[in-house]
C-alpha cells in the first residue's frame, strides 16, 4: 500500500480545513509547518527519499513535544488529535507508527500531557540508578556511572540501543599505547 507524506498529505490538508473553519490561527500553522519541517529534515520521514517509520522516532522525541506545545498554544490540540488519528490509519501497515499514534491521539483527547517515550524514559532511568548522575542530550539519555565511565540509551527503529563509553587517559607521551587502549588491551 502506498503511505502518505505525513507533512504534505496528512498534516497541510488537516491544517488547511481547520484555518478556514477557524479551528486554529495562521501564526499556530506557520510554527507548525516550521517545525515539522525541521523535523522532516533531522528524523527523515518523508515518502520521499526518507523511511515512514521514522516518524516513530520522531513521535518519542522531544522535538514532538514542542510540536504538542505548540497546538496547545494555539488552542489547537484537536487538530493535532486528528492528524493522529489519520497517520493511524494511513500508516495501518507499520504497526509501531500506528500504536503510538493512536496512543497520543487518545491521551490528548481525553486531556493527558503526551511526553516523548525519551522522557518517559529518563524519568525511569533516573529512577533506577538515583545514585548516578542522569542528564538528557539531545535525543538520548546520558547516565554517568563514574568519571570514566558513561552509558548513553536512545530510540534507534522501535528499540532501545545502550552505548557503554569507556574513557581511558593517558599522557601525551604516552601516544604508542593508544594501539593497546583500541585494540582492548
Keep these: 500500500?502506498?503511505?502518505?507524506?505525513?507533512?504534505?498529505?496528512?498534516?497541510?490538508?488537516?491544517?488547511?480545513?481547520a484555518i478556514r473553519e477557524g479551528k486554529i490561527q495562521a501564526n499556530t500553522v506557520d510554527e507548525v509547518r516550521r517545525l515539522i519541517s525541521q523535523?522532516?529534515?533531522?528524523y527523515g520521514f518523508s515518502i520521499y527519499g526518507g523511511n515512514p517509520e521514522k516518524l516513530l522516532d520522531y513521535?518519542?522525541?522531544?522535538d514532538f513535544e514542542l510540536l504538542v506545545?505548540?497546538?496547545k498554544g494555539g488552542n489547537a490540540l484537536e487538530v493535532l488529535v486528528g492528524i493522529l488519528r489519520e497517520v493511524a490509519e494511513e500508516y495501518r501497515d507499520l504497526?509501531?507508527?500506528?500504536?503510538r499514534a493512536l496512543d497520543m491521539a487518545q491521551r490528548l483527547s481525553v486531556g493527558e500531557p503526551v511526553k516523548s517515550e525519551l522522557?518517559?524514559?529518563?524519568?525511569?532511568?533516573?529512577?533506577?540508578f538515583s545514585n548516578y548522575e542522569?542528564?538528557?542530550a539531545g535525543n538520548e539519555v546520558l547516565l554517568r556511572v563514574s568519571q570514566d565511565f558513561v552509558v548513553r540509551i536512545s530510540y534507534e527503529g522501535g528499540r532501545i540501543r545502550v552505548v557503554q563509553c569507556r574513557t581511558t587517559f593517558l599522557d601525551k607521551s604516552d601516544v604508542e599505547r593508544l594501539r593497546e587502549v583500541v585494540a582492548g588491551g
Excluded: C, Q, T, W
Aim: proline residues 4%; hydrophobic residues 45%.
Design 1 to 17: 500500500m502506498a503511505l502518505k507524506d505525513f507533512l504534505r498529505n496528512i498534516v497541510n490538508p488537516h491544517l488547511g480545513r
Design 39 to 42: 523535523a522532516e529534515s533531522r
Design 59 to 62: 513521535f518519542n522525541s522531544k
Design 69 to 71: 506545545s505548540a497546538f
Design 95 to 99: 504497526p509501531e507508527v500506528r500504536a
Design 119 to 128: 522522557a518517559e524514559l529518563f524519568e525511569r532511568v533516573k529512577s533506577m
Design 134 to 136: 542522569a542528564s538528557l
